[in-house]
T-cell receptor, first 111, second 113 residues
């Protein structure tokens, strides 16, 4: 299995700005998920989007999915210093229960 | 949802020794997964653990190095054997509740010296 790619690898923004991260993957999927990880701790689930959905919102988070391009984006609006973390996308490989993680985006929000 | 408890949360081990990591789930699940996250890297799946059968390992991971037990539907262990500094990583267990998100433990941060 091959890892998905995320870009940018690192992103530094000012508090209040929006942050956009992109994820590309290689196989067909049932769903795609976004996770946050603070300082190498456990993963926190943010949002799940299914293959038949194109956009999903949760609070300040907006996720889009384009299955034709095998890509997804995560938008965090009105960012806060507490959003500083690494963000990973994960796809269920070929519709199995095995998740393939992207390379991650390190987001730094400056107060 | 599922709540996952992982033990230990961190450990510092001597090279050549082995460490067993425990993963306890608060509900019965069919599949449990073990991941490794090397420093500064993303997560890589080590193996899938099903109750009542041998674990299925991903390319690059072997049972002799990472033996896994799955004695029941709520518990699994991963052993990191004959450790070397290259095994220093965060190890995470995960379960998936059908048709919803995957749930992860807080991870075990292993340092091998």
């Amino acid at each position: 299995s091959q890892q998905g790619e995320e870009d940018p690898q690192a992103l530094s923004i000012q508090e209040g700005e929006n942050a956009t991260m992109n994820c590309s993957y290689k196989t067909s999927i049932n769903n795609l998920q976004w996770y946050r990880q603070n300082s190498g701790r456990g993963l926190v689930h943010l949002i799940l989007i299914r293959s038949n959905e194109r956009e999903k919102h949760s609070g300040r988070l907006r996720v889009t999915l384009d299955t034709s391009k095998k890509s997804s984006s995560l938008l965090i609006t009105a960012s806060r210093a507490a959003d500083t973390a690494s963000y990973f996308c994960a796809t269920d490989e070929g519709g199995t229960y095995k998740y393939i993680f992207g390379t991650g985006t390190r987001l730094k929000v400056l107060a | 949802s599922a709540v996952i408890s992982q033990k230990p949360s961190r450990d510092i081990c001597q090279r050549g020794t082995s460490l067993t990591i425990q993963c306890q789930v608060d509900s019965q699940v069919t599949m449990m997964f073990w991941y490794r996250q090397q420093p500064g890297q993303s997560l890589t799946l080590i193996a899938t653990a099903n109750q009542g059968s041998e674990a299925t390992y991903e390319s690059g991971f072997v049972i002799d190095k990472f033996p896994i037990s799955r004695p029941n539907l709520t518990f699994s262990t991963l052993t990191v054997s004959n450790m070397s500094p290259e095994d220093s990583s965060i190890y995470l267990c995960s379960v998936e509740v059908v048709s919803t998100e995957a749930f992860f433990g807080q991870g075990t941060r292993l340092t091998v010296v």
